[in-house]
Nanobody, 123 residues
């Protein structure tokens, strides 16, 4: 049974930083099969960051230069370092993993495993 467990969310003031972690229990996913999404109240879930098949990260336009995606392959943990946070970054952040290589990198409407989400509030 695959579980994605996110942590690291919280409440910060604008300009602050948070680092999110995602641990996939029960399976090791290829780097480019994992991604971060977020969903703000009243808005659709959107992709935030993922690795391409060449290992290079891709970011949603509004987070470029502020967020950094990384992975500790030894520990099998996906990270999202978020700096210079803005109120518009508030929402529930989800880790996702494609159920197989056909669904990698994960898309919002693809067949994914999802974590339970971690709340980020920027005031």
């Amino acid at each position: 049974h695959v579980q994605l467990v996110e942590s690291g969310g919280g409440s910060v003031q604008a300009g602050g930083s948070l680092k999110l972690s995602c641990v996939p229990n029960g399976y090791t996913f290829s780097t480019y099969c994992m991604a971060w999404f977020r969903q703000a109240p009243g808005r659709e879930r959107e992709a935030v960051a993922h690795f391409g098949s060449d290992g290079s990260p891709t970011y949603e336009a509004s987070v470029k230069g502020r967020f950094t995606l990384s992975r500790d392959n030894d520990k099998n943990i996906l990270y999202l370092q978020m700096n210079s946070l803005k109120p518009d970054d508030s929402g529930v952040y989800y880790c996702a993993a494609g159920i197989n290589s056909y669904f990698c990198p994960p898309r919002k409407d693809g067949s994914n495993y999802w974590g339970q989400g971690t709340q980020v509030t920027v005031s």
